[in-house]
């Protein structure tokens, strides 16, 4: 038996190419008389060790290069790893029974590949590798042109014996592609001077920001519309320039992975501040947004504004206080739609009161709709799972209840009850395939935070050590973390997003009492 192991890089003389080539015998050995794995899975490590050894070699970089494969079918995890000191391991987890069969049907249905860089100094990075390919070479190839833009062929094979590799990549000494301007230039700032033909959702005079394939160092450039986004407020053209490429790398990543495509998502309370930002990024990430609320002209002017930008939504109008209106709404939408992958319940509510004063009418009109209306809609959504025998997950959105936030009783009593119910609903759903968070904003700057007086408001960004405010943002992209695969082994858990509010802070939305104040009694 061979204990042969030997990495190699090289450059061809006169040819924009370079490479390397890898061969483990004794390190793959190792690995194999560590644990006896089947067919298919020595196939799938054997892989991901040569392919990690190769990458990592042409980073060059201190640290260790990370390959894991998540999956729903009968391989549950592989694992692949390569330092910078060229020390290799891999592991497995798999079903019973396991056969011989492509990547894709042993990943199941909802499989992601995920790429991670922890440097020995500075913080990790990772990337998704779209699943595009019946192999880990070509996912890996299809990956490296669209976050490097480097051409590149992988080979990759293995037995009992060995696992082998063979990476090559241009090296960028190439002239454009067909059709492109030979002038330089990717990112741009600029005006809109006229519009094509059926472009909607644009005027022109809009500044804009855009990624070109070329030609943009030239005074006009062409766009096409879907390339286009607004300069953000309160960013210099200058500066907003710098952004387009990073922010279409990270949503093209996300869309080839299919994050949200073809999955429909129901958000109650979607009108609001938190919720119109959750509706957004979902249907920006390619679900069908389903946004529910009481307001029918608040709900259609959102589901219109997406629609202009080529977003897919729609809107139903219920009252989640109604347990038999929450029954019919699930119906309409099953029948519509045929499926519904995810809910964040969003909708809630409260007014600032001394807890002493609350009327008996009050208390029960939060609790209503913070608690019971969020019940209803988890157990109608679960129910629906359960008899479909479809998988789901259900995000709610409570409050940081640390420190009781005083003044608002009534709130923190009805969502520390979701708080617990989500606990105990994480449990129980389980065998079904459903899970449960929260997410607890903190202190969030939305359309909601005019309704505090000003002296409780005035304290607000003292009442983190970030000593700031959130937006709707943080809490949006909380729930996709929940609810996208990233999520996928997090249930019964609240994700507090407020800056460290919960470890430090004091806020009083409706104002200090003189008794609370330093230096008083």
Same mark, same amino acid.
Not at 122 to 129: A, L, N, R, S, T
Not at 301 to 309: K, T
Not at 361 to 375: H, Q, S
């Given at each position: 038996m061979s204990q042969h192991n030997t990495l190699q890089r090289f450059l061809f003389d006169g040819i924009p190419v370079r490479g390397a080539l890898v061969r483990m015998d004794g390190a793959w050995q190792e690995v194999l008389a560590r644990h006896n794995y089947p067919a298919a899975i020595q196939n799938v490590l054997g892989q991901m060790l040569a392919a990690s050894s190769l990458l990592a070699a042409n980073l060059k970089f201190d640290g260790t290069l990370i390959m894991q494969l998540h999956g729903k079918g009968a391989l549950r995890l592989a694992v692949a790893e390569c330092t910078s000191e060229r020390t290799v391991r891999a592991s497995a987890r798999y079903d019973d029974g396991i056969h011989d069969a492509p990547l894709a049907e042993l990943l199941g249905e909802g499989g992601t590949f995920v790429m991670t860089?922890?440097?020995?100094?500075?913080?990790?990075?990772?990337?998704?590798?779209?699943?595009?390919g019946d192999s880990i070479s070509q996912m890996l190839e299809n990956y490296m042109r669209r976050s490097e833009q480097v051409e590149?062929?992988?080979?990759?094979?293995?037995?009992?014996?060995?696992?082998?590799?063979?990476?090559?990549?241009?090296? /960028?000494?190439?002239?454009?592609?067909?059709?492109?301007?030979?002038?330089?230039?990717l990112e741009v700032t600029g005006v809109i001077s006229s519009l094509g033909q059926d472009v909607t959702g644009w005027s022109e005079d809009d500044e804009v920001i855009a990624?070109?394939?070329g030609g943009g160092y030239a005074e006009y450039v062409i766009v096409p519309a879907g390339q286009l986004l607004p300069i953000p407020e309160g960013i210099d053209p200058v500066t907003a320039s710098t952004l387009i490429e990073v922010t279409a790398t990270v949503i093209s990543n996300m869309d080839h992975v299919g994050l949200a495509r073809g999955e429909t998502f129901l958000v109650h309370g979607g009108a609001g501040g938190i919720g119109r930002a959750i509706v957004w990024l979902f249907a920006r990430l390619g679900a069908h947004v389903v946004v529910a609320g009481?307001?029918?002209?608040? =709900?259609?002017? =959102?589901?219109?504004? =997406?629609?202009? &930008?080529?977003?897919?939504?729609?809107?139903?109008?219920?009252?989640?206080?109604?347990a038999d209106a929450v029954g019919a709404m699930f119906d309409a939408l099953w029948a519509a739609h045929g499926r519904i992958d995810h809910v964040v319940n969003s909708a809630g509510g409260q007014f600032p009161q001394a807890a002493i004063d609350v009327s008996i009418?009050?208390?029960?009109?939060?609790?209503?709709?913070?608690?019971?209306?969020?019940?209803y809609m988890m157990q109608a959504a679960a129910q629906r799972w359960r008899d479909r025998k479809h998988q789901g997950s259900i995000v709610n959105i409570v409050v940081v209840t640390t420190h009781g =936030?005083? /003044?608002? $009783?009534?709130?923190?009593?009805?969502?520390?009850?979701?708080?617990?119910?989500?606990?105990a609903l994480a449990v129980e759903w389980a065998p079904? @395939?459903?899970?449960?968070?929260?997410?607890?904003?903190?202190?969030?700057?939305?359309?909601?935070?005019? &309704?505090?007086?000003?002296? @409780?408001?005035?304290?607000?960004?003292?009442?983190?050590?970030?000593?700031?405010?959130?937006?709707?943002?943080?809490?949006?992209? $909380?729930?996709?973390?929940?609810?996208?695969?990233? @999520?996928?082994?997090?249930t019964g858990e609240t994700l507090s997003v407020d800056g460290g509010q919960q470890m430090w802070g004091d806020p009083w939305p409706a104002g200090r009492p003189k008794y609370f104040r330093i230096g008083q009694t």
């Open positions: 860089l922890e440097p020995k100094d500075g913080e990790p990075w990772q990337g998704i590798v779209a699943l595009e590149t062929m992988l080979l990759l094979a293995c037995n009992d014996q060995t696992a082998a590799g063979l990476l090559l990549q241009r090296q /960028g000494l190439y002239p454009p592609p067909k059709g492109v301007s030979e002038t330089m230039g990624l070109l394939a009481r307001n029918a002209d608040k =709900l259609d002017a =959102l589901v219109d504004h =997406l629609g202009r &930008r080529g977003l897919k939504a729609s809107a139903h109008v219920a009252d989640i206080r109604d009418k009050g208390w029960n009109a939060v609790i209503n709709t913070n608690l019971n209306g969020t019940w =936030l005083y /003044g608002i $009783a009534h709130s923190i009593a009805a969502r520390s009850g979701v708080i617990g119910l989500s606990r079904h @395939g459903i899970r449960v968070n929260c997410v607890a904003p903190g202190v969030n700057e939305t359309t909601a935070f005019d &309704r505090y007086v000003p002296e @409780g408001s005035a304290t607000y960004k003292e009442a983190n050590p970030m000593k700031r405010h959130g937006d709707a943002w943080d809490i949006a992209e $909380a729930c996709v973390y929940l609810a996208a695969p990233s @999520g996928k082994f997090i």
